[in-house]
């Protein structure tokens, strides 16, 4: 996989992720079978109180937005990039979810601004964090979305010795990162671990209010 590097300077910032979109660029899939494992646990995680509604933030072109709505939950997909929001609204209509999706054109880093004024049972993060600028407020805007039993699935590479350069240009540091999560969530847990070929790993972190 290898991702455009971004300059945080707003045209340019998204014009990059549009051109990315467009020019047909591969962004990973969730694997499918890894969701129902995950849903499962979260079910535990929750008591057996089911999931209703879920955020995805930086959803691109929609598959994770979109296998979720499967799962008969209600999704709601924001990104910045406008292509992307259409690919993810073209591919509902695909998978005739269109009735359990909404994708929105949006800046990501700005939770408190999003117009629709809703608590999430789930909100789901991959592959996003390591472009967010100021991460301890995003993280706090992310808490303040969450209904009382909600769970956020954070899913980011980790910068590890002798990684790609695309890879680190995607990664964070999992010291910093994991600080940030531990002051602001009051359950943590680092869920799965996935290797990359070039020597990168994608963590996956289940927090809790």
């Known amino acids: 996989m290898s991702l455009p590097i971004i300059i945080f300077f707003n045209t340019l910032y998204m014009l990059n992720w549009d051109d990315a979109f467009a020019g047909g660029k591969k962004f990973t899939v969730i694997n499918e079978i890894f969701l129902d494992t995950?849903?499962?646990?979260?079910?535990?995680?929750?008591?057996?109180?089911?999931?209703?509604?879920?955020?995805?933030?930086?959803?691109?072109?929609?598959?994770?937005?979109?296998?979720?709505?499967?799962?008969?939950?209600?999704?709601?997909?924001?990104?910045?990039?406008?292509?992307?929001?259409q690919m993810a609204k073209d591919f509902a209509k695909i998978n005739k979810v269109s009735q359990k999706t909404d994708f929105i054109e949006f800046n990501i880093e700005d939770l408190a601004e999003l117009p629709l004024k809703k608590m999430y049972d789930l909100i789901t993060c991959k592959l996003v964090v390591a472009f967010i600028k100021n991460k301890k407020v995003f993280l706090a805007e992310v808490y303040n979305r969450l209904n009382p039993d909600g769970v956020f699935i954070l899913m980011t590479p980790i910068i590890v010795e002798g990684a790609s350069n695309h890879l680190k240009a995607i990664s964070v540091s999992r010291e910093e990162i994991e600080k940030l999560l531990k002051n602001q969530f009051k359950s943590f847990i680092m869920y799965h671990t996935r290797y990359f070929e070039d020597r990168g790993v994608e963590l996956t972190y289940i927090l809790k209010k």
């Open 38 to 85: 995950l849903l499962e646990d979260l079910l535990l995680i929750r008591k057996g109180k089911k999931i209703k509604n879920a955020l995805d933030i930086g959803c691109g072109a929609g598959d994770f937005a979109i296998k979720i709505a499967k799962k008969n939950i209600r999704v709601t997909g924001i990104d910045f990039s406008k292509v992307a929001i």
